[in-house]
């Protein structure tokens, strides 16, 4: 057990990769490569969460790829690190276990829904999959570089995947955009290579002097993850590519921009650049009143929901954006505290719209809202559209209303009228969802919703309901480790041992 725990970093990437290039071998085994699929993400996913269980215990861990003992950083006659490594902390083991969660109830919701291909439509969501988990786990900024560009060229094509004329316009477009933030962080990790010739993220963090040449390398990269994150004014790659992925995935390409977040919000703690969190506020503010008037003159029901990503994402950002600039300890713990629960909420809450919209479009075979009407006599889908509904918009007592809050309190003490515009942009976040109820729960067609479709439905409801009636276990167990593990970078740079 103690030889596996070492080496779970590189087998939570080797895995899924492993598994994409099986796919190829199995012809058109149609049924073989849904048990592969889902068993291989169920592994990964008790593989990562045994890591996390053993990264709250044990504390951060590394695994250092060519060398004989691979927890040790350092050649005997080397000063600084030479070789990729990667770290987990209860930051990122969270996200790890989250991503792999969300991708494993993509795989289940899809498998009545993919015809053709299904070998080709797997292979993408593992590619996804590997480039956000190295994504999480690189302790090296070009390896970083790497995984963002598998990443980004894998939620493109997923994106294409219908290969009609919209959907290969909105990959497009993706993947243009992606290109040019790629060349932006190159040319960020560049700046830092020329100033420090080193990559490696812990020591970096140790040595580093932020100033001219730092803040524009620093820039570099922060408005290129912005980008691949669709923060606003940034975002005009966001709402086609929602609206045109698939109904089944769409909301594995919301966890591939979510991820793309996390790095821009790990750089800027690890490194202490304080100074970008007004960028961050003002980002996030822009999202949440971008995201969410947009979101009212949608007809596209994926689209409304990505400008409502857009918008909760602002939540998010906004609250980091907070904890960067203050100075006080408790302040700063509140605030980032705040946001990361609502990323948690988030995932869950826009998950089960995303679901539920999903079953609504396969059984219309429409996106528009005016196609979507029918579903008046299914009352378990009203019900749970209805608690999503709530707890996306921030109404007591569900678990969006619980992160809310923190984060209106806590940013009152930044400024007050950051919680105003935030609360703002509920309302209309309600009004938008309001509409989308009286669209999608209008009339009657007595259609049958597939079981595996309302196995995953039940699943992120269960998961949502556990958080409003436990908030407290979930905040203290969860999300206060995970707040220490990012705002600490003592515990960070010190594993490294230089």
């Known amino acids: 057990m103690t030889g596996l725990l070492m080496h779970l970093p590189a087998i939570s990437i080797a895995l899924p990769l492993f598994s994409a290039f099986l796919f190829q071998l199995l012809g058109r085994h149609k049924k073989a490569k849904h048990i592969l699929a889902i068993s291989s993400i169920t592994v990964l996913e008790?593989?990562?969460?045994?890591?996390?269980?053993?990264?709250?215990?044990?504390?951060?861990?590394?695994?250092?790829?060519?060398?004989?003992?691979?927890?040790?950083?350092?050649?005997?006659?080397?000063?600084?690190?030479?070789?990729?490594?990667?770290?987990?902390?209860?930051?990122?083991?969270?996200?790890?276990?989250?991503?792999?969660?969300?991708?494993?109830?993509?795989?289940?919701?899809?498998?009545?829904?993919?015809?053709?291909?299904?070998?080709?439509?797997?292979?993408?969501?593992?590619?996804?999959?590997?480039?956000?988990?190295?994504?999480?786990?690189?302790?090296?900024?070009?390896?970083?570089?790497?995984?963002?560009?598998?990443?980004?060229?894998?939620?493109?094509?997923m994106v294409m995947y219908k290969a009609n004329k919209f959907s290969v316009e909105a990959g497009f477009k993706y993947l243009v955009i992606s290109s040019l933030s790629g060349l932006l962080f190159l040319l960020g990790v560049g700046f830092i290579y020329a100033q420090y010739g080193m990559l490696n993220i812990s020591v970096l963090a140790s040595i580093i002097s932020i100033g001219l040449i730092e803040k524009i390398a620093l820039g570099f990269m922060v408005v290129s993850l912005f980008l691949k994150s669709g923060i606003a004014p940034m975002h005009m790659w966001l709402p086609d590519a929602y609206g045109e992925a698939p109904e089944y995935s769409v909301l594995g390409v919301a966890m591939a921009t979510l991820t793309c977040s996390y790095a821009f919000i790990r750089l800027l703690f690890v490194f202490s650049v304080g100074e970008l969190g007004t960028l961050l506020i003002l980002g996030g503010l822009l999202s949440a009143i971008i995201g969410s008037t947009m979101s009212l003159i949608q007809k596209n029901v994926n689209r409304l929901f990505g400008y409502l990503a857009l918008a909760e994402i602002g939540f998010i950002v906004t609250a980091i954006g907070c904890g960067l600039i203050s100075t006080e300890s408790n302040l700063v713990f509140s605030t980032v505290s705040g946001g990361l629960f609502h990323m948690l909420n988030d995932v869950i809450d826009l998950g089960i719209l995303f679901f539920i919209s999903g079953i609504a479009i396969r059984i219309k075979n429409s996106k528009e809202l005016d196609n979507l009407s029918g579903f008046g006599d299914n009352?378990?889908?009203?019900?749970?559209?209805?608690?999503?509904?709530?707890?996306?918009?921030?109404?007591?007592?569900?678990?969006?209303?619980?992160?809310?809050?923190?984060?209106?309190?806590?940013t009152f003490a930044v400024s007050p009228l950051i919680p105003i515009i935030l609360m703002i942009s509920s309302i209309i976040i309600l009004s938008s969802l309001v509409k989308v109820f009286y669209s999608i729960f209008n009339g009657k067609s007595n259609k049958k919703v597939p079981l595996n479709m309302?196995?995953?439905?039940?699943?992120?409801?269960?998961?949502?309901?556990?958080?409003?009636?436990?908030?407290?276990?979930?905040?203290?167990?969860?999300?206060?480790?995970?707040?220490?593990?990012?705002?600490?970078?003592?515990?960070?740079?010190?594993?490294?041992?230089?």
């Open 46 to 157: 008790l593989m990562l969460i045994l890591q996390l269980f053993h990264v709250a215990s044990a504390g951060n861990s590394i695994y250092v790829f060519g060398s004989e003992t691979p927890v040790v950083q350092l050649p005997s006659s080397y000063g600084i690190p030479i070789r990729i490594s990667f770290q987990v902390d209860m930051f990122n083991a969270f996200l790890s276990v989250l991503t792999s969660s969300v991708m494993l109830l993509v795989i289940i919701f899809s498998l009545n829904s993919l015809k053709e291909d299904v070998g080709k439509f797997y292979v993408i969501l593992m590619l996804m999959l590997t480039g956000m988990l190295g994504l999480l786990f690189t302790n090296d900024l070009f390896n970083l570089f790497v995984f963002l560009e598998i990443l980004s060229l894998s939620t493109g094509i």
């Open 379 to 410: 009352k378990i889908l009203a019900v749970f559209f209805i608690l999503a509904m709530f707890a996306v918009s921030g109404i007591p007592p569900m678990n969006g209303f619980l992160s809310k809050l923190i984060i209106y309190e806590s």
């Open 454 to 498: 309302m196995v995953v439905l039940f699943a992120a409801v269960i998961a949502m309901l556990v958080i409003t009636l436990f908030p407290d276990a979930v905040i203290n167990n969860l999300i206060k480790p995970v707040t220490d593990a990012l705002i600490t970078k003592s515990e960070y740079r010190s594993i490294v041992g230089v």
